[in-house]
């Protein structure tokens, strides 16, 4: 009776070998499913946690941030990826390949990662224009980012020459004196309070 008990231990000891292998390897899964990928332009943090780097650790791993579907995934993966902590203090340690105003070391909050999903749905072209949109205004509001961008020039005078064809008949108004149209003082006019033009060339109305 005493062997029987004894090997009835060591099978649910085993089994319990076996759950925690398997739950291991599935959480191993679930964290390689949502790598960085360094090709391909995502969104990403390398994701550490404050206990492991005060040990002289920088453990953790690079997760690419547009393969969640939520935030509250996101953390979900962070937790298992240092399930080896009772409680992790989560520490994102670099990141890649979204404005530097919304990366924090510390701490991501649900509203940054919206952000930061919204932004990585974006075309290159459309990301450079909201990242010189967030440096000549301070701001990142989608909307008022869309509702003010007037699209990409090679210069201010090269705006203010469109503008005005656009707008004006500035051949029947000037006549032959349309030539000596001063485009330069013109633009410089407009860019002091109207409009503002970022490093790439994307064009702004101040609104």
Known sequence: MQDKNLFSEQELEQEFVTVKLGEALEA????????????????????????????????????????FKDYDEFIEVCRLLHRDEEDPELMFQDYE???????SESCMDEETFDKIKRYAE????????FDDY???????????????????WDSEEDFAQQLVDDCYNIDNMMGSLSSYFDYKAFARDLFMTDYTIGEH???FRVL
Not at 32 to 59: F, L, M, Q, W
Not at 97 to 103: E, S
Not at 122 to 129: I, N
Request: hydrophobic residues 25%; glycine residues 10%.
């Open 97 to 103: 390949n979204f404005p530097r105003d919304w990366y």
């Open 134 to 152: 967030m440096d000549t205004h301070s701001d990142d509001d989608f909307d008022k980012f869309e509702e003010a961008y007037c699209g990409e």
């Open 28 to 67: 191993d899964e679930r964290i390689r499913e949502h790598g960085y990928d360094y090709t391909s332009g995502n969104p990403a943090v390398y994701c550490g946690t404050y206990r492991k780097y005060n040990e002289g650790s920088i453990d953790g791993a690079w997760l690419d941030l547009a393969s």
């Open 201 to 203: 060339g994307h064009v």
């Open 122 to 129: 974006m075309d290159e072209s459309r990301q450079e224009a």
